[in-house]
């Protein structure tokens, strides 16, 4: 098979699953944000700010040098199996061990057997890494997305049913650790590739050079993550994180679903022509032109109808979200291309150059943060997207230069869909104000909304680039 039809059969298998795990997702945070209180999702966020930051070191970068080269070995990938469950079984331990000191610098004495309980979930990761990327490598995704699919959906029903019984925050750890357990299990259960009883740390050395870039940069990018998070956790309180982190989450769907689940299969495909520039460029534009075509029209959608959306899918409890998720949206448009970038560092190998850009990258990043903690929660989000415009262009001239892309060119290409998701923003917006006036049924008004948008968007579209469904086949 061809290197264009497996990414077309890819892209066909990762979309099905992914239309999929977006309704349980989207319905599962609904439902979780019903049952559950803001102070219920800022515990389990400060809780994914210290498993974020081992989660980065899992694999140690073995996971994206194993796709970037060619034909590993057998040993090699054994060697790599083997290191990457001596990691995960560290930083288990680790973080059982220090999370009594993570509750009391938070003050949260409930943090630390959360921790404790998840810290499982590293030694039970560390045992799907080769498995997964023997199937991404070769462009497999099959297997991996049925599983997931299903993982996921059997998660998030155990998670629901124990928030359902009372369990609070642990029902969503819970979710987390069934859901691991289902996917790395059933990965094993149907490759049939099984590890020689094999280490060598002078094959971990073959790739530690391309690995340790790559898990610096992770490191870094961490800061530039997590910051707010943790400004958050440590100078306001825990509610106040549930309602940014929920906001956050809102805003990242686009990215989860869209572009770094496209990334996933692209990754592997740019890897394979990575040394010929006119058709990374020509694959890399079609990429962003896809990811901007459908996460555009969602976070202008997102801006334009944020008050009744949290009313009516969350609640009068999260009535402080709607501004949140205001601000950050626009971080999402940027974001959505922007997650682009590292797949052509990775490609291309420039993982040193990758370690640079994060570094200042996360130094203003960080410096934004602090300085929009002392005016709240809105504060930190109003600093996240100044961050966000001030580092667009410089951190974009590095990324596209690599395979010969300006950055006017790689606008150009998206701007007439950024016009036209601004402007069918705007008019919803102003159509959802008059509708006001009527007093209408909420949950009514939003679904005239989302429809009027939705009708504006494709009408645009279709007006400006003709047959969509000839363009999504290309």
Not at 166 to 181: A, C, E, P
Not at 266 to 280: E, R, V
Not at 293 to 310: C, E, Q, Y
Request: aromatic content about 16%; charged content about 10%.
């Amino acid at each position: 098979m061809s290197l264009k039809a497996k990414v077309v059969t890819g892209t066909k298998w990762v979309a099905f699953a992914n239309i999929f795990k977006q309704i349980l997702q989207v319905l599962s945070l609904v439902i979780f944000a019903r049952l559950l209180s803001p102070d219920d999702f800022g515990l389990f966020a400060l809780m994914m700010i210290f498993v974020s930051f081992l989660v980065m070191f899992t694999d140690m970068g073995t996971a994206s040098a194993l796709v970037h080269i060619k034909n590993p070995s057998n040993k090699l990938l054994s060697s790599v199996l083997f290191f990457n469950l001596f990691i995960g079984t560290l930083f288990c331990l680790l973080l059982i061990i220090f999370s009594g000191y993570i509750s009391i610098f938070f003050n949260s004495p409930k943090l630390e057997p959360l921790l404790q309980l998840i810290s499982i979930n590293f030694v039970i990761m560390s045992l799907g890494v080769v498995q997964k990327v023997r199937y991404e490598k070769e462009l497999d995704f099959k297997y991996l997305t049925l599983i997931e699919s299903f993982s996921i959906f059997i998660g998030i029903s155990v998670g629901i049913i124990f928030a359902l019984l009372g369990f609070g925050v642990y029902s969503l750890v819970l979710q987390v650790l069934i859901t691991s357990i289902l996917s790395v299990g059933l990965l094993w259960k149907v490759s049939k590739w099984r590890p020689l009883l094999y280490f060598s740390i002078e094959d971990i050395k073959i790739i530690w050079k391309y690995t340790a870039n790559l898990s610096a940069f992770n490191f870094i990018n961490y800061f530039a993550r997590n910051a707010d998070n943790f400004l958050i956790g440590k100078f306001l309180n825990s509610s106040a994180l549930g309602v940014y982190s929920l906001a956050y989450n809102i805003m990242l769907y686009p990215l989860q679903n869209i572009s770094r689940v496209l990334l996933r299969i692209l990754f592997p495909a740019f890897s394979k022509i990575q040394d010929d520039n006119k058709k990374f460029k020509e694959a890399y534009l079609k990429t962003i032109f896809f990811i901007s075509l459908v996460s555009f029209p969602i976070m202008f959608g997102l801006i334009a109808t944020a008050d009744i959306f949290v009313s009516v899918l969350f609640g009068d409890k999260w009535a402080n979200l709607a501004p949140i998720l205001m601000i950050l949206a626009p971080v999402g448009v940027i974001q959505s291309i922007g997650t682009t970038n590292g797949s052509i560092f990775m490609a291309k190998g420039n993982t040193n150059l990758l370690l640079r850009v994060g570094i200042w990258s996360t130094i203003i990043t960080i410096i934004f943060f602090i300085g929009g903690i002392f005016y709240g929660v809105e504060g930190v989000a109003i600093s996240y997207l100044l961050s966000n415009i001030v580092l667009f262009y410089p951190v974009f001239k590095i990324s596209w230069g690599q395979i010969e892309l300006s950055v006017s060119e790689g606008i150009k290409k998206i701007f007439p869909i950024l016009l036209i998701s601004s402007f069918m923003g705007l008019v919803v917006w102003i159509f959802g104000q008059w509708l006001n006036q009527f007093h209408i049924n909420s949950i009514i008004q939003l679904m005239i909304m989302v429809i009027s948008g939705n009708i504006i968007y494709i009408s645009l579209i279709y007006l400006k680039y003709g047959n969509i469904k000839k363009m999504f086949k290309e």
